[in-house]
């Protein structure tokens, strides 16, 4: 077979019109009018006249890795246990197979190639439909592929009616990388861009591009109908229940006036779905403008059942097991508003489970009510409300506390989260020093997100930093205080399938006002557990009472800690994927506490360990086995976390 003719190769970019014979799939996904990603066939399961054939595929040279990428378009190799109906069914693969393989290195920059495919010695190309082969016998079938020369862009041209586009913005620079699937997804990027100016009705009114071998270049040319700016119109809602239709409306948050923006649909429809009561969510633009000009917004929704009710269990090789429930409205005035009853008994069997702890009366309870409403502060706010019971026995303390909680969440933009809640607390608490000593804190605790992970539960790219303050005033103690806390999590990808990722997070705390014994147990900073270092017990870093009790202290909390004024902690992963679901994770935490406000590095605490990851369409499943390197008196010789999600 001849190299593609020029010619014939321009007139298939730019029309769209795809080389060779046959039908395409329904299902087929094109590039320049070559099929790639074709569904097989699968209208008739009973093949008639079953053809088997062999099949082999040689790239000379091999450049690039070309000859797995081939490997992997081709529909003759993916399928070659899997007989093929008659000759002319075998002919009519062979024809679509070489149409793919073109597209493939068309995807790899290589233009000039020659591909080649022979069954029983004779070219595909040169075979007419009737064409029979020997099928008493798998049918040998030979694919050679000369990749050619590799392309780059040449001249680039975009014409948009006087809208000044510049191709280097949308990565189409000249001397660049030409493959087909680049440059179409760059041309997403220009009418994408568009769009966001408020041209809804941007159209691609011509496409040329032309492949040169005498300069080994590809040449551009995009010919765009802008159209003109459009402001959004009034929005319809269809499909609510109980749900208010105006409040619909107000929560989608575009404003009547405001400039057209795929953007603002995309924050419009993740608004809605973050409510939590609708199992659809359907945010588009009118297909034509109305008369005043605008373009009309309609929403459309599916309400989720009102009432929801779960339950759930913990277990921990130290602290024992645990039990949970929860009942939830969510929908409990038409407007989103939700009501969440939440109860939950911990520490079952941790006396009998650990020799490293200490003794403990009883379990944990916990009895939490949480009302939220979205919306008192515009469509990206929450007026959050609380009132939490907890009778609780971690290593460092007892604790009975009531908690009431008023605040707002406010979303800054898809990155960017503000919180701010004013709370009242009373509590007693009780360790090596005190007995059921009484607290009445007011604090105002303030956090700041910053979230541009690309998966919240399983992130592999992008940053997250956590900024927190809680200014608070024990009314009992007349002690001031400030407590703040700095953490960040950072993620990178070491390859383009995300199989191996590295992954770090370092936090540092710190809290002023107060000396540590003014301070209550339960607002210092402790290290150890699953969520800071792993494999030491939960709180066991840091600064320690007696190991003996003195006259007047509390022997039942010997040997157990004080908590910190200051906490530094940092830990490294490497996530790799063994199989497309299973991730192997080894990891080293650190973490040190101390008693004004540098942590104590002398006293850095080391834990490693290796977990498992299941990876599933909710997030990963995670068990992780921690180690750790420099035991203290509470710890074990291992600890064992489960959960979903990453660690961090």
Known sequence: MKRLARPLLALALITGVALGD???????????GFTIFGKKDETDPAITDPVEYTVTLTVSPDVDDLQDTLETASSLKADEDEPVSGSLGLLAKAKNDRRR??????????????????????????LLPDATFDTSRPVPIEITVDPGPLFKIGTVAIDANGVPLDPETYDLAPGSSADSTRILAAEGRIMEALRNEGRPFVALTKRSVIADSATETVDVALTISPGEPVPFGQTFVDGTDRMDPGFVAFMAGIEPGTTYSTADLDRARKRLTDLNVFSTVSVKSSDAQAADGTLPLQVTVAERKRHVIGAGATFSNTDGAGVNGYWEDRNVFGRAESLRIEGAVSRIGANTLSDTGRETDGFDYKLSGVFRKPGVLGPDSVYVGSITALSEQPLAYDRQSVAVSNGVEYSIDDQQRLTVNVVAEYETITDYLRSDEEFLIASVPVSYTFDNRDDKLNPTSGFLAKLAAEPGY???????????????????????????????????????????????????????????????VFQSIGPYYPSFAVPGTNANFVDTPTGGLSVFEASAELRFKVTDKIQVVPFVDAGAVGEDLAPDFGNLKIGAGVGARYLTGFGPIRVDVGIPLDPGPRDGSFQIYAGIGQAF
């Open 22 to 32: 046959g039908p395409r799939p329904a299902a087929a996904f094109e590039i320049f």
């Open 101 to 126: 393989l073109v597209a493939a290195l068309y995807e790899n920059s290589r233009y000039d190639g020659l591909v080649t495919i022979r069954i029983e010695g004779r070219d595909v190309a040169e």
């Open 474 to 536: 024990d009314v009992m103690g007349s002690t001031p205080f400030l407590k703040g806390r700095a953490d960040a999590s950072a993620y990178l990808s070491l390859d383009e399938d995300d199989r191996f990722v590295v992954a770090g997070r370092v936090g540092y705390g710190a809290i002023v006002g107060g000396d540590l014994q003014d301070i209550p147990n339960d607002r210092r900073f402790y290290a150890g557990g699953g969520g800071s270092v792993r494999g030491y």
